[in-house]
């Protein structure tokens, strides 16, 4: 028996025959924030095979209260998420591949993202997104492990197992997005419960075992929880899972290459996919108009006009401080010539 995974393997349920097949996973985490921090070490001290994260964002202040990976200097450094999130889990278990991509996803790259993976977990912040990791699961029949978080409460639902609906399906019967961590807040805790049931979730799936098809909620500071069969809410004409499924959020036509960040001052932009970025060029074109230039192999970071700006690699402009497209837009177009 492997020292390491000992404890886990005297585990009945998963025993040496379980440990060998969590070992050889290719498990999709799509975001680095809050659950996705959490689910990652939780897995990588489990010893799956390889981990994929994938993360749009930079690190903030903010952020060092609940995503437990991050250290002050990931802030000061201005490192994107899965880049910080990479150097800490490397340092929890070498043996581990772990490979990590700073990119938005979108309907271009969701199927290419999703294809070949285990599984999916899902610890994106935004319904949009959650809706492309849906489509993206169904048309490619890989199960996808939902989670989200807000205040005390959690969220969670496994999605792609026997005739249960999809997320598309329980759209109009989930609560409503109004509140997001940045207008109600968030306490740690309840991120380690929707982790936790999130990846033992993951473990029986990986495992062989039934998963609890169930959509779980529960409130940490209430001390409510409730467990509901949502199996009857499946829809046979859904555009997302049914016989005809069409999977719309995957289509490209749909998609919004501006966007305000959910509950958050900042409107991101995305440059067509044609349009190269060469950060060294960009960071000495503009140093002569901005203050506060950081530069990285994976970013350019600056403050012009009063407000925050952030070019990545891979052609998203985040411009922080309002949630006026247009005035974002203009801010972009001052500032690229």
């Given at each position: 028996?492997?020292?390491?995974?000992?404890?886990?393997?005297l585990?009945?349920?998963?025993?040496?025959?379980?440990?060998k097949?969590?070992?050889?996973?290719h498990?999709?985490?799509?975001g680095?924030?809050a659950?996705?921090s959490?689910?990652?070490?939780?897995?990588?001290?489990?010893?799956?095979?390889?981990?994929?994260?994938?993360?749009?964002?930079?690190?903030?202040?903010?952020?060092?209260?609940?995503?437990?990976?991050?250290?002050?200097?990931?802030v000061?450094?201005?490192?994107?998420k899965?880049?910080?999130?990479?150097?800490?889990?490397?340092?929890?278990?070498?043996?581990?591949?772990?490979?990590?991509?700073?990119?938005?996803?979108t309907?271009?790259?969701?199927?290419?993202?999703?294809?070949g993976?285990?599984?999916?977990?899902?610890?994106?912040?935004?319904?949009e997104t959650?809706l492309?990791?849906?489509?993206?699961?169904?048309?490619?029949?890989?199960?996808?492990?939902?989670?989200?978080?807000v205040?005390?409460y959690?969220?969670?639902?496994?999605?792609?197992?026997?005739?249960?609906?999809?997320?598309h399906?329980l759209?109009?019967?989930?609560?409503p997005?109004?509140?997001?961590c940045?207008?109600?807040?968030?306490?740690?805790p309840?991120?380690q419960?929707?982790?936790?049931?999130?990846?033992?979730?993951?473990?029986?799936?990986?495992?062989?075992?039934?998963?609890d098809?169930?959509?779980k909620s529960?409130?940490?500071w209430?001390?409510?929880?409730?467990?509901?069969?949502?199996?009857s809410?499946?829809?046979?004409?859904?555009p997302?899972?049914?016989?005809?499924?069409?999977?719309?959020?995957?289509?490209?036509?749909?998609q919004?290459r501006t966007?305000?960040?959910?509950?958050?001052?900042?409107?991101?932009?995305?440059?067509?996919?044609?349009?190269?970025?060469?950060?060294?060029?960009l960071?000495?074109?503009?140093?002569?108009?901005?203050?506060?230039?950081?530069?990285?192999?994976?970013l350019?970071?600056?403050?012009?006009?009063g407000?925050r700006?952030?070019?990545?690699?891979?052609?998203?402009?985040?411009?922080?401080?309002t949630?006026?497209?247009?005035?974002?837009?203009?801010?972009?177009?001052?500032?690229?010539?």
């Amino acid at each position: 028996m492997n020292s390491r995974y000992s404890r886990q393997e005297l585990f009945e349920p998963i025993g040496e025959k379980g440990q060998k097949k969590i070992s050889q996973a290719h498990i999709l985490i799509i975001g680095a924030g809050a659950l996705g921090s959490a689910s990652a070490e939780m897995l990588i001290r489990a010893g799956v095979g390889k981990l994929t994260i994938v993360d749009r964002d930079i690190l903030d202040w903010s952020n060092l209260q609940r995503q437990q990976l991050y250290t002050e200097k990931d802030v000061i450094d201005q490192l994107p998420k899965a880049v910080a999130a990479k150097k800490r889990l490397s340092e929890i278990n070498s043996t581990v591949d772990v490979e990590t991509i700073v990119a938005d996803v979108t309907a271009d790259n969701a199927e290419e993202l999703v294809c070949g993976k285990t599984l999916i977990v899902d610890a994106t912040d935004n319904i949009e997104t959650r809706l492309l990791m849906n489509d993206a699961s169904r048309k490619l029949d890989i199960p996808f492990f939902m989670g989200a978080v807000v205040a005390s409460y959690g969220l969670t639902y496994p999605i792609g197992f026997g005739e249960r609906p999809c997320l598309h399906c329980l759209l109009n019967t989930l609560p409503p997005q109004t509140l997001t961590c940045d207008t109600a807040g968030v306490i740690g805790p309840i991120i380690q419960m929707v982790a936790a049931h999130q990846v033992t979730n993951v473990f029986k799936y990986l495992v062989g075992e039934e998963v609890d098809s169930n959509l779980k909620s529960f409130d940490l500071w209430t001390g409510d929880q409730a467990a509901i069969d949502v199996s009857s809410l499946r829809r046979s004409d859904c555009p997302s899972c049914s016989k005809d499924a069409i999977f719309p959020f995957l289509s490209k036509e749909n998609q919004t290459r501006t966007a305000v960040l959910c509950g958050r001052d900042t409107v991101q932009l995305t440059w067509p996919k044609d349009r190269k970025v060469e950060l060294r060029q960009l960071a000495e074109a503009i140093h002569p108009i901005v203050t506060g230039l950081i530069c990285n192999m994976h970013l350019v970071a600056c403050i012009f006009n009063g407000h925050r700006i952030v070019l990545f690699r891979d052609g998203r402009m985040l411009v922080h401080g309002t949630k006026d497209v247009v005035k974002a837009k203009t801010i972009a177009a001052k500032l690229m010539g």
